[in-house]
C-alpha cells in the first residue's frame, strides 16, 4: 500500500489533476467568499438581545413571579437525549460551561447541544470506524492495528466538541486581545470627558464594533448586566470570565476595587491600557523574531530550486547550441 502512494505521489499525471484541481476549488471559493459572507455585527447583536432578554426574565422571576418570554427555545431532541440519560450529571462540567462562554455560545440551549453532540460524536465515529474498516476492510492492516484504529477514532470523537471549544474560544480571544488597548483608550475618553462608567462602555460597544465585533457584543452584554444585576461588580466578573484573558481580568480587578473603594479609574484605566499595547506589541515582536527559522525550510524546498532553474537554464540552452 506505501509503495501504491509512493507511486501515485511520483506521478506527473495524478499530481498535475491534484494542483489543478486545488486550483480550481481556491479559485471559486475566491470568486463565492464575497456572496457567502453575513453580517457578523447583526448577528452578534442579535445574541446580544437575547441574552438581555434572559437577564431581563431571570430578574423579574428574582422579584416576583409574572408573565416573561423566552426567545430562544431549546431543540427538542436534544433536550429530551440530555435529560433521559442525565448527561449534565456525567458528561457536565464548570470548566465546559465556562469554555461555552468563552466561545460565544450562551444559555441552556448551548449547553445542551454541547452535551448532546459529546454523546453523539463517539458514537458515530466508533460505528463510522468499524464499518470503514471492518466491513468496507479498505486498509488491509492486522486485525490489532485496525481495533486501534477504531479506538483512536472512539477518543477523537470524544475529544473533538472540546477541541472545537477550545478553538472558538482561542479565536475569539486573539481578536479581542488586538482589539482591548483600542476600546480601554475610548473609554478613559470617555470617562474623562464626565460619562459614567456604564454610559462609557455603552458608547465604546458601539464604537468598536467596526474592528472587533466579539468585543462590541461582551461590552454590550456587559452595560446590560450593569443595568439589571444588583451589584455592578458581578458584571465585571462575568466579562473577565466570559473572555478569560490577562489584560480584561486586569481591568475588571481595577473596575471592582474602584467600584468598592470609590477611588478614580482614569488613571488606572491610562495604565492598563499602555501596559496591553506594550503586551500586543511585544507578542508582534515575538512573532516577528520567530518567522526567519519558519522561512528556512520553505525558501529551501520551493525558492532554491526555482533559483536554480532561473540561473542554470541559460547556461544549459548555450551548451546545447554550442553542441
Known amino acids: 500500500m506505501i509503495d501504491l502512494i509512493a507511486a501515485k505521489i511520483l506521478d506527473p499525471r495524478f499530481m498535475s489533476t491534484v494542483l489543478i484541481a486545488v486550483a480550481v476549488a481556491a479559485t471559486a471559493f475566491a470568486v463565492a467568499q464575497p456572496f457567502l459572507e453575513t453580517d457578523r455585527l447583526a448577528k452578534r447583536m442579535k445574541l446580544v438581545s437575547d441574552e438581555r432578554e434572559?437577564?431581563?426574565?431571570?430578574?423579574?422571576?428574582?422579584?416576583?413571579?409574572?408573565?416573561?418570554?423566552?426567545?430562544?427555545?431549546?431543540?427538542?431532541?436534544?433536550?429530551?437525549?440530555?435529560e433521559r440519560f442525565d448527561l449534565r450529571r456525567w458528561l457536565g462540567t464548570e470548566t465546559a460551561k465556562i469554555k461555552l462562554m468563552q466561545a460565544g455560545y450562551r444559555g441552556p440551549q448551548a449547553e445542551t447541544a454541547f452535551l448532546f453532540f459529546r454523546l453523539v460524536a463517539p458514537v458515530v465515529m466508533t460505528l463510522g470506524s468499524i464499518f470503514y474498516f471492518f466491513v468496507?476492510?479498505?486498509?488491509?492492516?492486522?486485525?490489532?492495528?485496525?481495533?486501534?484504529?477504531?479506538?483512536?477514532?472512539?477518543?477523537?470523537?470524544?475529544?473533538?466538541?472540546?477541541?472545537?471549544?477550545?478553538?472558538s474560544a482561542k479565536k475569539r480571544q486573539t481578536e479581542v486581545r488586538k482589539a482591548w488597548p483600542d476600546a480601554l483608550d475610548l473609554t478613559l475618553i470617555c470617562v474623562e470627558s464626565g460619562m459614567s462608567i456604564e454610559h462609557a462602555f455603552r458608547k465604546v460597544s458601539t464604537e468598536i464594533a467596526v474592528s472587533s465585533v466579539v468585543l462590541a457584543e461582551e461590552l454590550a452584554l456587559m452595560t446590560a448586566?450593569?443595568?439589571?444585576?444588583?451589584?455592578?461588580r458581578l458584571a465585571y466578573e462575568n466579562l473577565s470570565t466570559r473572555i478569560g484573558i490577562e489584560p480584561v481580568k486586569a481591568v475588571s480587578t481595577a473596575l471592582i476595587q474602584a467600584e468598592r473603594y470609590g477611588t478614580p479609574i482614569g488613571q488606572a484605566l491610562r495604565v492598563l491600557a499602555q501596559e496591553s499595547r506594550d503586551q500586543r506589541m511585544?507578542?508582534?515582536?515575538?512573532?516577528?523574531?520567530?518567522?526567519?527559522?519558519?522561512?528556512?525550510?520553505?525558501?529551501?524546498?520551493?525558492?532554491?530550486?526555482?533559483?536554480?532553474?532561473?540561473?542554470?537554464?541559460?547556461?544549459?540552452?548555450?551548451i546545447m547550441r554550442v553542441n
Not at 524546498?301 to 541559460?314: E, G, K, Q, S, Y
Open 54 to 82: 434572559q437577564i431581563r426574565r431571570r430578574e423579574r422571576e428574582r422579584m416576583g413571579p409574572g408573565k416573561v418570554s423566552i426567545r430562544a427555545e431549546q431543540k427538542a431532541y436534544m433536550k429530551d437525549v440530555v
Open 136 to 167: 468496507i476492510e479498505v486498509l488491509d492492516q492486522p486485525y490489532l492495528v485496525r481495533i486501534a484504529l477504531v479506538i483512536a477514532a472512539a477518543y477523537l470523537g470524544i475529544k473533538a466538541p472540546e477541541l472545537f471549544l477550545i478553538n
Open 225 to 232: 448586566e450593569m443595568s439589571y444585576l444588583p451589584d455592578r
Open 282 to 318: 511585544t507578542e508582534a515582536e515575538k512573532k516577528a523574531a520567530a518567522l526567519p527559522p519558519k522561512l528556512t525550510v520553505p525558501m529551501i524546498l520551493f525558492f532554491l530550486p526555482v533559483l536554480f532553474v532561473v540561473i542554470i537554464t541559460p547556461a544549459v540552452i548555450q
